[in-house]
């Protein structure tokens, strides 16, 4: 059974740092996997679509990597600001199903000013 | 371009009355899902709809209906409200599997 884990759940830096947060996965037969960020109340944004064939995907100052074998993707932050701060999830689209999203319990990152 | 869109924003019902939450994609996506949010327990699938004329049930479906009314829209329907069906309820779509999710800005429920 596919299990997705993130770490740490909470982070807190001050603004400017660069920062890096975890993904894992036990299963390695995924189609893809997606980070969000959620903002309190509101929904969830896509930021980065990585396809399992893939290696890094980049927007802006955000770098998502992935790698299959060893079950791990890390999102990479430079340069955080204020507004980064967010909850950020990771999901995992799985092969043998036309349907299965399974979620990462997100990491809650606080950018302090 | 408003890719998906969710009505109402927010609802507050009684135990036992009924409502449909709506959805609808401008995306021209194939398959579109209902999550539900809760604290601590992360997004679980209601139910989803891989293609215009299909849908097929999730994680937790009991108490949920769906209909999808063309490719566009796919709504959630509650019979008979109850208070554990207080939650955030999330629309999303994508156009195949290997393609990524769009999610909508959500409906935040209440039941008393």
């Known amino acids: 059974k596919q299990e997705v884990t993130q770490i740490p759940a909470a982070l807190s830096v001050p603004e400017g740092e660069n920062l890096v947060l975890n993904c894992s996965f036990t299963d390695s037969a995924i189609y893809n996997l997606q980070w969000f960020r959620q903002d309190p109340g509101k929904g969830l944004t896509s930021l980065l679509l990585?396809?399992?064939s893939q290696r890094e995907q980049t927007s802006g100052r955000l770098n998502a990597s992935l790698d299959k074998s060893s079950g791990r993707s890390t999102l990479y932050i430079a340069a955080s600001q204020p507004g980064d701060s967010a909850t950020y999830l990771c999901a995992v689209s799985l092969m043998d199903s036309n349907y299965q999203l399974i979620w990462g319990a997100g990491t809650k990152l606080i950018i302090k000013p | 371009n408003a890719g998906v869109t969710q009505t109402p924003k927010f609802q507050v019902l009684k135990t036992g009355q009924s409502m449909t939450l709506q959805c609808a994609q401008d995306?021209?996506?194939?398959?579109m899902y209902w999550y539900r949010q809760d604290p601590g327990m992360g997004l679980r699938l209601i139910y989803y709809s891989a293609s215009e004329g299909t849908t097929d049930k999730g994680e937790v479906p009991n108490g949920y209906n769906v209909s999808r009314l063309n490719k566009r829209e796919f709504s959630l329907r509650l019979e008979s409200a109850a208070p554990s069906q207080t939650s955030v309820y999330f629309c999303?779509?994508?156009?195949?599997?290997?393609?990524?999710?769009?999610f909508g800005s959500g409906t935040r429920l209440t039941v008393v």
């Open positions: 995306m021209n996506h194939n398959s």
């Open positions: 990585i396809q399992s």
């Open positions: 999303a779509t994508r156009r195949g599997n290997r393609d990524g999710y769009t």
